[in-house]
């Protein structure tokens, strides 16, 4: 089988002033230095696009990657209170969340947008970590499935596969974010099989190499048992992302 390099992002949502992003990121690279067994994962922090030049300052030249939280698709112009990828490339992020459910539910942003922006962000160099995950009402109706992979389909079908093979997906069931009440391993595995099944529909070579990563609820005491399973590849971590102590603790228990 072939093996994929864990991710484990941080998405810090909208928390931390400059101040605390740069006091989280001394706190972080010194805490890692003390990992007795180091670790495997590629590590990203989300930050708010306040924080990320003091990030650029304090993690460039580091191990760990900078990303945005979200990102317009075009490169200028009259949009008030828009971000574009140009600005994020500037600031040295090399991630970008895309479609994160908090965006499409709070900001209605819908599948055409989240396509738009996915295929911007592949073509200035960012690597865009796509969200898909259904809500209580979805999975009860036994609709999670079926639902999740037109996500996906939506946001990648206009994309070439060389494409598809560059981006992250993150599946994060909506009823898991923020609440305790993580996906079980086993019900999370099944999501991401479908999604990687998914992937290989649109892009049959690249979807082996595509990392999907879990979100919802992940922390220290539950990363190993979901990284366990043969499709998942990572984490989008929330809540857990924001202590530098305990984010440390979770990613040296990335095996
Ligand atoms: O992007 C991260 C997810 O929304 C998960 O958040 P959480 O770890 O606080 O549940």
């Known amino acids: 089988m072939m093996t994929r390099k864990p991710i484990i992002a941080g998405n810090w949502k909208m928390y931390k002033t400059v101040q605390e992003a740069k006091d989280f990121a001394a706190g972080?690279?010194?805490?890692?230095?003390?990992l007795e067994n180091g670790t495997n994962a590629e590590m990203v922090i989300c930050a708010p696009f306040t924080a990320l030049a003091a990030l650029k300052d304090e993690l460039e030249e580091s191990i760990i990657h900078i990303g945005a939280?979200?990102?317009?698709?075009?490169?200028?112009?009259?949009?008030?209170?828009?971000?574009?990828?140009?600005?994020?490339?500037?600031l040295a992020c090399t991630y970008v969340i895309i479609g994160h459910s908090e965006r499409r539910e709070y900001f209605k942003e819908d599948d055409a947008l989240i396509a738009k922006k996915v295929k911007t962000a592949l073509d200035f160099g960012l690597t865009p970590i796509l969200c898909v995950g259904e809500n209580l009402a979805l999975r009860e109706a036994g609709q999670a499935l079926v639902f999740v992979q037109g996500q996906v389909e939506n946001a990648l079908r206009e994309l070439s596969p060389?494409?598809?093979?560059?981006?992250?997906?993150?599946?994060?069931?909506?009823?898991?974010?923020?609440?305790?009440?993580?996906?079980?391993?086993?019900?999370a595995q099944e999501m991401c099989a479908a999604i990687r099944a998914t992937l290989a529909r649109l892009a049959a070579e690249a979807a082996q190499e595509i990392r999907i990563l879990y979100g919802g609820s992940v922390k220290a005491s539950n990363i190993a048992e979901l990284m366990d399973q043969p499709d998942i590849d990572g984490a989008l971590v929330g809540g857990a992302?924001?202590?530098?102590?305990?984010?440390?603790?979770?990613?040296g228990s990335v095996r």
Not at 28 to 34: A, D, G, P
Not at 74 to 80: D, L, R, S, V
């Open 28 to 34: 972080l690279l010194e805490s890692l230095e003390k």
């Open 69 to 90: 939280q979200n990102m317009y698709y075009e490169t200028q112009g009259a949009y008030t209170g828009e971000i574009s990828p140009l600005m994020l490339t500037e």
């Open 162 to 187: 060389e494409e598809i093979r560059k981006i992250v997906v993150a599946y994060e069931p909506i009823w898991a974010i923020g609440t305790g009440r993580t996906a079980s391993p086993q019900d």
């Open 241 to 251: 992302s924001l202590d530098f102590l305990g984010f440390t603790e979770l990613i």
